[in-house]
């Protein structure tokens, strides 16, 4: 059976445990890639650059937390409602669309 559905679709089929044409994709990109990818994709917003990659989410639910956070450990520059630790990190530099590091260059890159 071959059909296509919308992302809001697909995720309300999988939600009800219903038959979806894919599994939904959703992705988080540091602001250094965001920016990368809204120049290869000639979009200016996360919504188009959404639908120009195919990605499936279009918006973030926070409730509100009415406990306590979990404390802070060390090195991480903040906590949140579920208890995960983020710290800040300096990306390196990202590949152009007209230089693509292979597969071997990434290897290397993370053995250093």
């Known amino acids: ?19 979806v044409d894919r599994t939904p994709v959703g992705l988080w990109f540091v ?4 920016q990368a990818l809204y120049q ?10 959404w639908r ?5 989410k279009w918006a973030w639910a ?11 450990e060390h ?6 409602h579920w208890g995960i630790q983020f710290k800040l990190v300096q990306s390196g530099p990202l590949p152009t669309p007209n230089h693509r590091p292979s597969l071997g260059q990434l290897h290397s890159r993370h053995a250093e």
């Open 75 to 80: 090195g991480a520059a903040f906590v949140n």
């Open 62 to 72: 926070n409730p509100a937390c009415s406990g306590p956070l979990a404390p802070k």
């Open 52 to 56: 120009a990659l195919g990605i499936d």
């Open 1 to 19: 059976m071959e059909y296509h559905t919308t992302p809001r679709e697909r995720i309300l089929n999988l939600l009800e445990r219903k038959p």
């Open 40 to 49: 290869i994709t000639h979009t200016d917003n996360e919504l188009s650059l």
């Open 31 to 34: 602001s250094d890639v965001l």
